[in-house]
């Protein structure tokens, strides 16, 4: 048996609160039980499978829910199907902090080109791109001569577009404007391409799946609204004009604006992945709920050491691993935080009360500095009615995770959803002082 250092080491790194896992990963728990029985494979992959025409989705659920997760499970089973799928994380084309249409396109641009440049001709798109590199090329912080570059090298040059969109904001928005007066020609060239491809494929069903746009963070508009509703409205006609089957995740503050209704005309039901429900909606634990979320820790535990118990030999007592799955509201990423928090506490195995502790009490710091302070009214009447009002100033509250979803699914089979704050958040003083 490795000394504890050892167990140590491999246990705080199997809790890594930021890597999805890929198909197949021995950490993974399927939690649909315990989540209003959702199941991306059916609720998203099955339309695809059986649709005659082009489909766009969209997903959503808590940042650190699972929801990449989820999608990878998705597109290994679209794939094992004989679909050809496109999955990437958009947040590494563009700045999540500020965020339009136009970046989304561009994005998709540059990963759909480059994942079939094989298959078709980029003919069409780069000819976009030359028609329109005389007013970019300056902002792209560049200055190649568009003729002067093989095809080859012209391809790239959507990804140092999209690079400079990210990570330079002194030119962004011109370089939007640019885009954006030229977009119907954009989306034209690239749906031409996408055509090309497909037939060579031999295989007509292309599915992109772009993934945490739900970290888009939300800005207010003069005119009312925000850029949620801007890029997911406003443009949902582009979104949805791609010539192949979409998915998009969305933030999850969006499906409860005074659009909502808006968003099911354009886009169909949206999939929730909800929290694991540790507790019920009258507040008393959710045994089901705890077992799973111990199951979560008990999977990585057994993975990287599997002659260790949870009880005693990794968590002191019974009491103290509950605590901490109460204390994570069921959310996954809380989970992997307050494993790796408590861990850091100690020397030796078990976690003990006082380690648990710790580390729910610096997490709960970060979720108090995030609250305003006409948030605190607002927050008790979530937690005493168990919903969401349907209004700007509490959308925040479900973007930041100060309060949390639920889904059950009652004695008719009918989904039940309920909203809860965050039990790091109900630790508070300020809130407690408000019951």
Same mark, same amino acid.
């Given at each position: 048996m490795p000394d504890n250092t050892d167990i140590l080491t491999e246990i705080f790194n199997a809790f890594h609160p930021y890597s999805p896992l890929e198909p197949g990963d021995s950490f993974y728990v399927d939690c649909h039980a315990v989540r209003g029985n959702d199941?991306?494979?059916?609720?998203?992959?099955?339309?695809?499978?059986?649709?005659?025409?082009?489909?766009?989705?969209?997903?959503?659920g808590h940042r650190g829910v699972g929801k990449s997760t989820e999608l990878l499970r998705l597109r290994a089973d679209?794939?094992?199907?004989?679909f050809h799928v496109i999955y990437f994380a958009a947040d590494s084309d563009l700045d999540e902090e500020d965020a339009q249409y136009t970046d989304i396109l561009l994005a998709c641009t540059r990963r759909i080109l480059e994942d079939l440049k094989a298959y078709a001709?980029?003919?069409?798109?780069?000819?976009?791109?030359?028609?329109?590199?005389q007013s970019l090329k300056d902002l792209a912080l560049t200055s190649y001569k568009f003729e002067e570059l093989k095809i080859e090298e012209q391809i790239p040059l959507f990804a140092k577009l999209t690079a400079t969109l990210r990570t330079v904001p002194t030119t962004r928005q011109k370089i939007r404007e640019q885009v954006d007066i030229h977009s119907v020609d954009l989306l034209k060239a690239l749906n031409e391409f996408i055509g090309e491809a497909r037939s060579r494929l031999g295989n007509p069903k292309l599915v992109v799946i772009v993934d945490?746009?739900?970290?888009? $963070?939300?800005?207010?508009? @003069?005119? =009312?609204?925000?850029?949620?509703? !801007?890029?997911?409205?406003? +443009?949902?006609?582009?979104?949805?004009?791609l010539d192949c089957h979409m998915i998009y995740t969305v933030p999850i503050s969006l499906i409860y604006s005074n659009r909502a209704t808006q968003v099911?005309?354009?886009y169909g039901d949206c999939q929730v992945l909800p929290?694991?429900?540790?507790?019920?909606? $009258?507040?008393?634990?959710? @045994?089901? =709920?705890?077992?799973?979320?111990? !199951?979560?820790?008990?999977? +990585?535990?057994?993975?990287?050491?599997?002659?260790?118990?949870?009880v005693p030999d990794v968590f002191d007592m019974p009491d103290t691993l509950t605590q901490m799955c109460l204390m994570s509201g069921g959310h996954m990423r809380e989970v992997m935080q307050l494993m790796q928090g408590a861990l850091t506490q100690t020397d030796t195995l078990p976690i003990r009360a006082a380690h648990m502790r710790w580390a729910v009490g610096r997490a709960r710091?970060?979720?108090?500095?995030?609250?305003?302070?006409?948030?605190?009214?607002?927050?008790?009447?979530?937690y005493k009615n168990k919903r969401v009002p349907n209004e700007d100033s509490y959308r925040k509250l479900l973007f930041n995770r100060f309060v949390l979803e639920y889904r059950y699914m009652n004695e008719l089979q009918e989904t039940v959803r309920w909203h809860d704050v965050h039990p790091l958040v109900q630790g508070l003083e300020e809130f407690r002082k408000l019951l």
């Amino acid at each position: 048996m490795p000394d504890n250092t050892d167990i140590l080491t491999e246990i705080f790194n199997a809790f890594h609160p930021y890597s999805p896992l890929e198909p197949g990963d021995s950490f993974y728990v399927d939690c649909h039980a315990v989540r209003g029985n959702d199941n991306i494979l059916r609720e998203l992959g099955w339309i695809i499978e059986r649709s005659n025409t082009k489909t766009c989705q969209i997903y959503t659920g808590h940042r650190g829910v699972g929801k990449s997760t989820e999608l990878l499970r998705l597109r290994a089973d679209l794939i094992q199907k004989g679909f050809h799928v496109i999955y990437f994380a958009a947040d590494s084309d563009l700045d999540e902090e500020d965020a339009q249409y136009t970046d989304i396109l561009l994005a998709c641009t540059r990963r759909i080109l480059e994942d079939l440049k094989a298959y078709a001709n980029p003919l069409p798109l780069v000819q976009w791109l030359e028609s329109r590199w005389q007013s970019l090329k300056d902002l792209a912080l560049t200055s190649y001569k568009f003729e002067e570059l093989k095809i080859e090298e012209q391809i790239p040059l959507f990804a140092k577009l999209t690079a400079t969109l990210r990570t330079v904001p002194t030119t962004r928005q011109k370089i939007r404007e640019q885009v954006d007066i030229h977009s119907v020609d954009l989306l034209k060239a690239l749906n031409e391409f996408i055509g090309e491809a497909r037939s060579r494929l031999g295989n007509p069903k292309l599915v992109v799946i772009v993934d945490n746009l739900d970290r888009i $963070a939300p800005i207010s508009r @003069p005119q =009312g609204g925000t850029n949620h509703d !801007e890029i997911f409205l406003d +443009r949902n006609n582009q979104l949805r004009g791609l010539d192949c089957h979409m998915i998009y995740t969305v933030p999850i503050s969006l499906i409860y604006s005074n659009r909502a209704t808006q968003v099911r005309n354009h886009y169909g039901d949206c999939q929730v992945l909800p929290m694991l429900m540790v507790k019920n909606k $009258a507040g008393k634990i959710d @045994p089901a =709920g705890i077992a799973k979320v111990e !199951e979560l820790i008990q999977q +990585r535990i057994q993975t990287v050491a599997p002659e260790l118990k949870l009880v005693p030999d990794v968590f002191d007592m019974p009491d103290t691993l509950t605590q901490m799955c109460l204390m994570s509201g069921g959310h996954m990423r809380e989970v992997m935080q307050l494993m790796q928090g408590a861990l850091t506490q100690t020397d030796t195995l078990p976690i003990r009360a006082a380690h648990m502790r710790w580390a729910v009490g610096r997490a709960r710091e970060n979720y108090e500095g995030g609250v305003d302070e006409a948030d605190w009214s607002r927050l008790a009447e979530v937690y005493k009615n168990k919903r969401v009002p349907n209004e700007d100033s509490y959308r925040k509250l479900l973007f930041n995770r100060f309060v949390l979803e639920y889904r059950y699914m009652n004695e008719l089979q009918e989904t039940v959803r309920w909203h809860d704050v965050h039990p790091l958040v109900q630790g508070l003083e300020e809130f407690r002082k408000l019951l």
